[in-house]
């Protein structure tokens, strides 16, 4: 095969290590050389692979890379496996000869908020400030199309185990690992107990769970594979586990909205779902601090607590609301940049002049005006469509569980834009892609019509069996 490789376009992964090694010269190099190579060669040999190397690299995100930069952009786990998974897809499509490109049901949304963004950085004062979120919203709606293309129906089994797996392993290693002690918790000692696991900010590491754990749990609860059951008793301790050890009140009401629908999703395995919860409550006084939580959670409750305590995060919050809307309605019609939100709403905090906004929807109203909120509205359109055609319409239990667990990752992502900037969240990017393969492999995209849904549902009429009728006697005469 390598010989093959060799003779055949050789030359391009040859050219691919040369521009590499110019755009990391430095320290960087020898390490994102390594781990390029690697992602590339998995790459040749099976794409799945490749995919579930990038997962590993989004699902560890800033931990161990922070202090490397490439081009003077801060380098983590995430943003190489990412640039690495699309050069692997590209060096293999030219290798085997099989297209660069497949069109996927978001397609066009994803061009519109593509499009809407360079507008709003065109019209910018400053446009150098937001040149890197649009880089990476496009770096990462190319890596969903090519994920959509890579995976087929046979490696996707294997790779939701091995996603399963890695997660389970790195939850438990938060769990045990960062839990904070405390003998007499206060208010300002219980934000002090927050656990952030790879992501550095507990809202964001509560974003990853939630958007990652509900497709895992939905793809376990069918997988009749051994590992599957102690992978969905795993994630059923570490899962909820985690998102309280975060003390993340965000990720709490989110993982509140989405729980009925994981119980429907394990209706089927109650004794599992026992066994998980079981093992969880007797868990959480290990793991979690259960009065700096609870302490902490009383806010929702009664905001007071917070400011009377000194705390400033829901004051800072509504503040940013307001400046947000303010731009919006100053500059309606393409905002005031990409990026810029910053440079406008002036508000300081910690010792922080600036700060985002706290909040997708209103950080695209301020930045990119009423046409962004417009691109972004047909683009969720288009999500949400494909979420319900993958947890309504697929063909096989295996692929409809896997398509209700994306609808409720996409639920708890849609709250949890409420309290942050996630329009580059790569690990939303990459579940998202994955929902898409669902449908698709599901054959949930090629059945629009309501009259053909209840046909294929209908169970098939067995054959009739051929009846051999006993030939007539032949007459003897007298």
Known sequence: MI?????????????????????????????????????????LYRPSVAVGLAFAGILLDARGLTGLRVLGVPLTYSKMAVLFTIGAHFTNAAVRRAPFFQAMPITTGSFAVVMTMTMSLIAAIQPSLGYTDLAGVVMLALMAHLIYQAIDEDSLPWLMRAMSAMTVGLLLWTLLTQRKEGFFVTASDA??????????DPNAWCTALLVVCPMLIAAMSVDRHPLATPLLIGLGVTFPAAVLQSISRAGLLSFVIISPGILYILRQRRTLLGVAMGLLILSLPFTVNIDAMLLRYSTLLDPTIEADLGGGSLRERRALLEAGLKIFREHPFLGV???????????????????????????????????????????????????????????????????????????????????????????????????????????????PEALDRARAALPKPPQARATKLPSPRPEIPA
């Open 3 to 43: 010989r093959e490789f060799l003779k055949g376009d050789g030359w391009i992964v040859a050219l691919g290590i040369v521009v590499g090694a110019i755009a990391v010269l430095g320290s960087a190099a020898p390490v994102v050389g390594f781990v390029g190579i690697g992602i590339v060669a998995a790459g």
């Open 191 to 200: 934000w002090q107990q927050r656990t952030s696991g790879a992501y550095g």
């Open 337 to 447: 940049g990409v990026g810029l939100f910053r440079t406008h709403a002036s508000y300081v905090s910690a010792g922080e002049v600036w700060k985002i906004a706290h909040n997708s929807y209103v950080n695209v109203a301020a930045e990119q005006g009423i046409p962004g909120l417009l691109s972004h509205a047909y683009f969720g359109l288009q999500l949400y469509r494909a979420a319900w055609n993958g947890a309504t319409r697929a063909q096989t239990p295996y692929t409809l569980a896997i398509g209700q667990g994306f609808l409720l990752s996409l639920l708890a992502f849609s709250a949890m834009a409420f309290t942050l900037n996630l329009a580059t969240f790569a690990a939303a990017w990459f579940m998202m892609s994955l929902g898409m393969v669902v449908a698709r492999v599901g054959n949930a995209e090629t059945i």
